[in-house]
């Protein structure tokens, strides 16, 4: 190999190395919204950078290359939720102990209530309302027509404001 192809793959590697330290938890984040599972979310975005390696060369900037990660990251977690699921189901809650503290209660039922949407639905209250895009970006993403993001959004809120879940104490 010629020495400036090795300069410029180190050279590159180091920096979507870089890239992966800086943004990789926020990525982390954004599958485990999705997902609802750590090791999955690590799953999902361990697929994303690899499929997205390749175009690191190709993309000029990190914030257009976090939009490409992004993309791929939501457009892999539907393709996998379109897969036949073969996987197991637990049915009995964790063996981990609850934390007392309110903040991890309330993140622990908004999980739950995620959980129970459809994935379609999940997918699109993530890209919404927790990374902020607009309806025409998660359409984008996601791959479909701006009305059904808007229609996936409407029955979402519906199901998340009717939660067990999310109920007050008193009202449960």
Not at 158 to 170: H, I, K, Q, V
Request: with cysteine.
């Amino acid at each position: 190999m010629d020495g400036a192809v090795v300069a410029r793959e180190q050279r590159s590697s180091t920096s979507f190395d870089g890239f992966v330290a800086a943004r990789g938890d926020a990525l982390w984040r954004s599958a485990w919204l999705l997902t609802g599972d750590s090791h999955l979310a690590e799953d999902l975005v361990q697929t994303a950078l690899a499929k997205s390696w390749r175009a690191w060369d190709r993309i000029d900037d990190e914030g257009g290359f976090e939009a490409y990660v992004r993309r791929v990251l939501y457009t892999t977690y539907v393709s996998w939720w379109r897969r036949r699921w073969t996987g197991e189901r637990p049915t009995e809650d964790l063996p981990e102990t609850a934390s007392a503290a309110p903040d991890l209660a309330l993140r622990g039922d908004l999980t739950t209530a995620l959980a129970r949407l459809p994935r379609g639905q999940r997918a699109v209250v993530v890209l919404r309302y927790f990374e902020d895009l607009t309806e025409r970006q998660a359409a984008e993403v996601l791959g479909c027509s701006v009305g059904t993001v808007k229609s996936q959004t409407a029955r979402a809120m519906t199901a998340l404001r009717s939660s067990p879940s999310l109920r007050p104490e008193e009202d449960a």
